[in-house]
Each structure stands twice: as C-alpha cells, then as structure tokens.
C-alpha cells in the first residue's frame, strides 16, 4: 500500500475500535504506554505516521559495487584517492530500498523460511512478468522510475522483458550490506531484526541470503540472487518489541506488515505487473471502498474476538484459507493468513495480472475485489491492537521477574591516548528469535566517571524500568566497539523490581587491540549460568598476623534469597570440600568472608570453587588481602561483620589484579 492508504486503514481501525468499545479504550498514555486508560484515538495521528514512515526507514544499505577491471570492492563509506569508490544508498528507482522487505512470496516454498521475501531468482519474479519495462519506462512519471539519475541513459543499451528484469538487471551490480560483511557499520540494522532461525547461526543464514556482488552483474551475485526476509518476519519483530517496550508506536511498522499483506502483489513476489497502478488506485478509491464495507469489518472483528479454536502450528496456501483467526494466533501467522487471502486473488480473481491494458480501469480492478482486502486488513488491525494490549498486560513482569536497571562498570588499564567507543544492546530471545532492544541514545554510550593515575573507572546505570524486561530472558552486546592499546574489564548487574541487585555477568576481560567491526559487528558478553551449588571447596592461607586468640575466627557465609544463610569455617587448608545443607541458586547466591567471634584477622588470601552435585565446578573466584585487613564486631550492630566475595551491590567495584 501506499502512505496515505496505510494511514487511511489505521485510522478507520481506530475509529471502529473505540466505537465498538464504546469507553475508554486502552492506549497511550505515560510515554506511549498502552496499559494505561486514555483512547486509542488520541495517539491516532503519530501511530499512523509511523506506520505509513516503515516505508522510508533507513535501515536497509545496498552497495553499487563501482571499482574499475581489477579494483574490486572497496569500502563504500571512505572515499580514497585514486580509486573509483564503492556507493551506497537507501534508495534507488524513486524508492527506498527497506520496501524489498515489505513482500511474502506464497507461489514458491521458502528457502530460509516457510514462505521467503522478494527474491528474483529463487521467487516468483523471474517468471510471468506481464507489464512490460518498455511500458512502464514509456509513461512519464512512474513511481518507480521518475527519481532515478541516469536511467534512461542505462537503458540506451539494453532491452528488457518484465519490470521486475529491469529492476533487478539494474541493482544486478549491488549487494545488501549486511551483518558480517567487511566495512558493516550498522548499515543494515533490519537484516539482523528480521532474520529469524531455530537452530542455525545467524550471521551464516544473513551471509546465504544476501551474497555479494562484482562490477558487473554474474550469476549467483547481488541482489537479484539475493531472498529478502518475509513481511511476516517485520511484523513479528515489532510485535514482539512491543510486549518488551509498551510503546504503542511500535505497533506502526505491525499494522504495515497487515496491511501490505493484504496487497496482492505483496503476496506473491512481484514489483511489477501493474503493482503500482493497483495501489495508486487504492489511494484514490479508498473512501468509497471502506464506507460501505464497515459492516463488513465489524463482523469480521467480532467474529474473530469471538472464536476460541486452537491456533494452528502453520499456515500453508491454499490449505489454511478457510481457518478462522482469533487473538491466540501467532503474529506472524496471523499476517500470513491474510497473505493467503490475497494471493488467492492474485491467482484466481485477476488471472496473475495478465491484463495488460490498463486503460479499462473498471474491467481490471472490480472494486469488491480490493474492497474485501481493506476490509481484512481493518479488521485485522483491530484485532491485532486487542491482542496487543491483552498480552502485553499478561506478560507484564512485576517484583523478581522484571528488570529495572542495568549497571555497567568497566575498569581499563592506563590507557594514555587510547579510544574507547562502547555502544551496548539488549537482545531479548523470543519465539526462536532475537528481538533487538536498543537503550535510549543518551544512555547507549558508557561515559567515564572517575579517573585514576593508572586506571580509568567507567560507570553507567540505565533505567529501563518502562520497559518489561524479563530477568532470566534478556541478553546484552556490544555493538561498534573500539578498543585499542589497552585491555579493560567489565562487570555487570542489573536490579529487579524489588529493589534487589544481582550479578548478570562476572568479572570478564577484552583484550586490547579488540576491534568490533567489519566481519565481527558486535560480541554476546557471557552471562552468569544459573545451576545449583551444593559443594564448595576451598583453601585459604593464614594471615601473618594470626595469632591463638582469633584462630578459626572466620568463616564463609552462603545465602540465597529466601533461605537461612550457611556458614562453612575456613580452616588453613587446602582443597577442603564442604557440603550445604540446602542446595543454593548460583544466579542468587551471595558469597561473603565473615567473623565468627568478636574480631579477627582476614585470610592472607582464599581460593573458592562452587560445585553441583557430580562435584562440576558453576563458579570459581580467589581474593587476598595483603594488608591483612582487620574485621572487628561493632557492640551496637546486630549483624556480624561481613566482607563480600562475590559483589552483588554495585557500590562497590575491585579492579582485578594485574
């Protein structure tokens, strides 16, 4: 569809939503949160404007492989002397280049899902293209081509058969710029969100899907032997974004993945045979089309409220057509669903698009035929927005289970004229697929907060207590990470809803010279394994200072959440294995060195490992204490002095040893 249909569906959506409520309907209300009570209608405007903008988001990078005979391909975004440079864009042919994501391809079995994206070669479009480029380029101002520089010049040459060969013969040079690629600088951050797979590396699928091209066109190169991800993938991606986030402005880009599903040119691969025509015709008939058809959508809508049948695993042409959709459906299925519908018309109703006289406007878009599908595709937005708010409000996590900041703490060796450029990201593992989270700009960027004479100490907290942030789901990257001259550390935590700190990760190291860039785009920092301690061996040195009054004076103690804490005496001797006497969470485990008695002097140093019950080492740390720290019991404190081995408070940070 074009904008101003996208925006037209959407807002009818709205309207029939809060009638049909007949109340206030939940929506926006605190920063776009949708569990709180004002109308829908109220953020009707900036909802739709960021559905109808998914069509001209910057985040899909082709690039026009340009090197002269034995040059090759070079980085796109340096221009160097001497050289005739690599370009890339965002656009091309009077569009932006994020559309080609916008289709789902149900004449052919997917390649890397069940049903692929746009895709020349391995899809539909190399085959029964029935508008002609010499008709489309023939008619002044075409969508498609009015905006392009030197095209008429390229096509001096050459011949073509069907649009969708013009297209593809004129990107034949160009690739998708995607993760793991050289020179990759987050150039096409949809890649990554809408490439989803159980089971498999990710950065091997985006490389199979998106092969790289030469200076001139050859086959198995570039785009047109490249498969664009599904519009169903797009769709799930935001969707699911949304249960994280609350921003019902993430819900734009899911009613444009419904809406553009029920196009039938979108469904069934192809940029040409009279796509544009039809959705241009759609802009301009559109009220005549809805009006009459409310009835319609309303029944739909209550229809599909009311059915309570199972949903399907998955949704295969022409087979699942007649299945009723309800809110228990999966996102992407339920798009999927709607693709099915309009495929089907494609396929029957217009006999492929054969038609090639587009003059007969009556006789080549019956207008039941269109009106069926913006009536599926309203209804459909209104039954998404209902699930949306049910599942987000079901999912919502409270107390221990929700996460509502992140700390990061980062110690670097003297680095003099070192640079530092640290970007992280939360991933967040759903339905098989990584849903991308990035923190508010002003809090991506770790910022230093104190410096020392040998060492530089960064410190961070992020709030993203707006956001519903499972505790045990989400993950965090760096992402453009430069670290040169110098090695640095990192310690992690994040607090719950509870107002309780834990570990996210252990003390971790990059070592200098670590560049994430290019073929290596970002890192996964490993996470603290969740397992159950039951043993704990350790050894320990006495202090020089030891003396008959503080013998075995000290001991451990070990606590989880919940539980009575346990004390294992620390005796001066080595590979002692003590066993608990109940099993302890290693994700909320707190470890800390204590006096038994009145005062007493610290170990000169101890080493703990933290077993399971085959005796498997989850944990092992050491510490010392070369000035023989001196703990001593305070009469008006009702606690026993204690010092922390493994820090869940995040007050406190020790650089580790060098």
């Given at each position: 569809?074009?904008?101003?249909?996208?925006?037209?569906?959407?807002?009818?959506?709205?309207?029939?939503?809060?009638?049909?409520?007949?109340?206030?309907?939940?929506?926006?209300?605190e920063?776009?949160?949708?569990?709180?009570?004002?109308?829908?209608?109220?953020?009707?405007?900036?909802l739709?404007?960021?559905n109808?903008d998914?069509?001209?988001?910057?985040?899909?990078?082709?690039?026009?492989?340009?090197?002269?005979?034995g040059?090759?391909?070079?980085d796109?975004?340096?221009?160097?002397?001497?050289?005739?440079?690599?370009?890339?864009?965002?656009?091309?042919?009077?569009?932006?280049?994020?559309?080609?994501?916008?289709f789902?391809?149900?004449?052919?079995?997917?390649?890397?899902?069940?049903?692929d994206?746009?895709?020349?070669?391995?899809?539909?479009a190399?085959r029964?293209?029935?508008?002609?480029?010499?008709?489309?380029?023939?008619?002044?101002?075409?969508?498609?081509?009015?905006?392009c520089?030197?095209?008429a010049?390229w096509?001096?040459?050459?011949s073509?058969?069907?649009?969708?060969?013009?297209?593809?013969?004129?990107?034949?040079?160009?690739?998708?710029?995607?993760?793991?690629?050289?020179?990759?600088r987050?150039?096409?951050p949809?890649?990554?969100?809408?490439?989803f797979c159980?089971?498999?590396?990710?950065?091997s699928?985006?490389?199979?899907?998106?092969?790289?091209?030469?200076?001139?066109?050859?086959y198995?190169c570039?785009i047109?032997?490249?498969?664009?991800?599904?519009?169903?993938n797009?769709?799930?991606?935001?969707?699911?974004?949304?249960?994280?986030s609350?921003?019902a402005?993430?819900?734009?880009?899911?009613?444009?993945?419904?809406?553009?599903?029920?196009?039938?040119?979108?469904?069934?691969?192809?940029?040409?045979?009279?796509?544009?025509?039809?959705?241009?015709?759609?802009?301009?008939?559109?009220?005549?089309?809805?009006?009459?058809?409310?009835?319609?959508?309303?029944?739909?809508?209550?229809?599909?409220?009311?059915?309570?049948?199972?949903?399907?695993?998955?949704?295969?042409?022409?087979?699942?057509?007649?299945?009723?959709p309800?809110?228990?459906?999966?996102?992407?299925?339920?798009?999927?669903?709607?693709?099915?519908?309009?495929h089907?018309q494609y396929?029957?109703?217009?006999?492929?698009?054969?038609?090639?006289?587009?003059?007969?406007?009556?006789e080549?878009l019956?207008?039941?035929?269109?009106?069926?599908?913006?009536?599926?595709?309203?209804?459909?937005s209104?039954?998404?927005f209902?699930?949306?708010?049910?599942?987000?409000?079901?999912?919502?996590?409270?107390?221990?289970?929700?996460?509502?900041?992140?700390?990061?703490?980062?110690?670097?060796?003297?680095?003099?004229?070192?640079?530092?450029?640290?970007?992280?990201?939360?991933?967040?593992?759903k339905?098989?697929?990584?849903i991308?989270?990035d923190f508010?700009?002003?809090?991506n960027?770790?910022?230093p907060?104190?410096?020392?004479?040998d060492?530089?100490?960064?410190?961070?907290?992020?709030?993203?207590s707006?956001?519903?942030?499972?505790?045990?789901?989400?993950?965090?990257?760096?992402?453009?990470?430069?670290?040169?001259?110098?090695?640095f550390?990192?310690k992690?935590?994040?607090?719950?809803?509870?107002?309780?700190?834990?570990?996210?990760?252990?003390?971790?190291?990059?070592?200098?010279?670590?560049?994430?860039?290019?073929?290596?785009?970002?890192?996964?920092?490993?996470?603290?394994?969740?397992?159950?301690?039951r043993?704990?061996?350790?050894?320990?040195?006495q202090?020089?200072r030891?003396?008959?009054?503080?013998a075995?004076?000290?001991a451990?103690?070990?606590?989880?959440?919940?539980?009575?804490?346990q004390y294992?005496?620390?005796?001066?001797?080595?590979?002692?294995?003590?066993?608990?006497?109940?099993?302890v969470?290693?994700?909320?485990?707190?470890i800390?060195?204590?006096?038994?008695?009145?005062?007493?002097?610290?170990?000169?140093?101890?080493k703990?490992?933290?077993?399971?019950?085959?005796?498997?080492?989850?944990?092992?740390?050491?510490?010392?204490?070369?000035d023989h720290?001196w703990?001593?019991y305070?009469?008006?404190?009702?606690?026993?002095?204690?010092?922390?081995l493994?820090?869940?408070?995040?007050?406190?940070?020790?650089?580790?040893?060098?």
């Open positions: 569809m074009n904008g101003t249909t996208h925006r037209n569906v959407t807002e009818k959506a709205i309207i029939l939503l809060s009638k049909e409520k007949k109340d206030n309907y939940y929506a926006i209300g920063d776009n949160l949708l569990e709180n009570a004002n109308t829908l209608s109220r953020i009707g405007s900036e739709r404007y960021k109808s998914t069509d001209h988001e910057n985040d899909l990078e082709f690039v026009d492989v340009d090197g002269a005979s040059v090759g391909r070079d796109p975004h340096e221009d160097k002397w001497n050289v005739v440079d690599d370009t890339s864009s965002y656009s091309s042919l009077g569009f932006d280049l994020t559309s080609f994501q916008h789902i391809d149900l004449g052919h079995k997917g390649k890397y899902d069940d049903y994206g746009y895709s020349y070669h391995y899809g539909s190399c029964n293209g029935y508008q002609s480029a010499k008709e489309v380029i023939s008619r002044k101002g075409h969508g498609f081509v009015s905006d520089m030197g095209l010049e096509l001096s040459n050459r073509f058969g069907s649009f969708d060969d013009l297209v593809n013969g004129w990107f034949n040079d160009e690739y998708v710029h995607s993760p793991g690629m050289k020179w990759y987050n150039c096409s949809a890649v990554w969100r809408y490439t159980e089971g498999e590396d990710k950065y699928q985006i490389l199979g899907r998106y092969p790289l091209a030469q200076r001139v066109g050859k198995g570039g047109p032997y490249s498969v664009f991800t599904p519009v169903d797009l769709g799930r991606y935001w969707y699911e974004r949304f249960l994280i609350g921003n402005l993430d819900l734009g880009p899911v009613m444009h993945a419904i809406q553009d599903a029920c196009v039938p040119h979108h469904t069934s691969g192809y940029v040409g045979n009279w796509h544009v025509e039809y959705e241009d015709c759609l802009d301009k008939e559109f009220n005549d089309y809805v009006n009459i058809c409310d009835s319609a959508v309303l029944m739909l809508y209550r229809q599909w409220s009311a059915n309570s049948d199972a949903a399907p695993a998955k949704i295969t042409y022409p087979r699942s057509m007649t299945l009723t309800n809110k228990s459906w999966r996102i992407d299925h339920l798009i999927t669903w709607l693709a099915c519908q309009s089907d396929v029957n109703d217009y006999d492929n698009f054969r038609n090639e006289d587009w003059k007969e406007k009556e080549f019956d207008k039941q035929k269109p009106r069926k599908l913006l009536a599926l595709a309203v209804a459909m209104m039954l998404v209902d699930k949306a708010r049910e599942e987000y409000v079901k999912e919502k996590k409270y107390g221990s289970d929700k996460v509502d900041a992140i700390h990061v703490l980062i110690y670097a060796n003297k680095a003099k004229s070192s640079d530092i450029d640290l970007q992280m990201r939360l991933f967040y593992n339905c098989g697929g990584s991308e989270f508010p700009e002003e809090d960027i770790v910022s907060t104190a410096n020392g004479s060492y530089y100490l960064y410190r961070k907290e992020i709030d993203v707006r956001n519903n942030i499972d505790a045990k789901k989400f993950n965090l990257e760096l992402e453009r990470c430069r670290i040169k001259d110098f090695q550390f990192y992690i935590s994040y607090k719950t809803a509870d107002n309780v700190w834990h570990p996210y990760a252990d003390t971790y190291s990059l070592k200098k010279n670590t560049i994430f860039s290019g073929e290596t785009n970002c890192i996964t920092l490993p996470r603290r394994q969740s397992a159950i301690i043993k704990v061996r350790f050894s320990s040195g202090s020089s030891y003396n008959a009054q503080t075995d004076g000290v451990l103690k070990v606590q989880s959440r919940g539980h009575l804490p294992v005496k620390l005796l001066s001797k080595s590979n002692c294995v003590s066993i608990l006497d109940i099993p969470d290693s994700e909320d485990c707190k800390s060195i204590m006096i038994m008695g009145k005062d007493a002097w610290l170990p000169s140093y101890i703990i490992d933290l077993l399971d019950e085959g005796g498997k080492t989850i944990y092992n740390f050491s510490r010392s204490w070369p720290l703990l001593t305070k009469s008006k404190s009702k606690n026993l002095p204690e010092y922390d493994i820090q869940n408070c995040v007050d406190v940070f020790c650089p580790p040893t060098r």
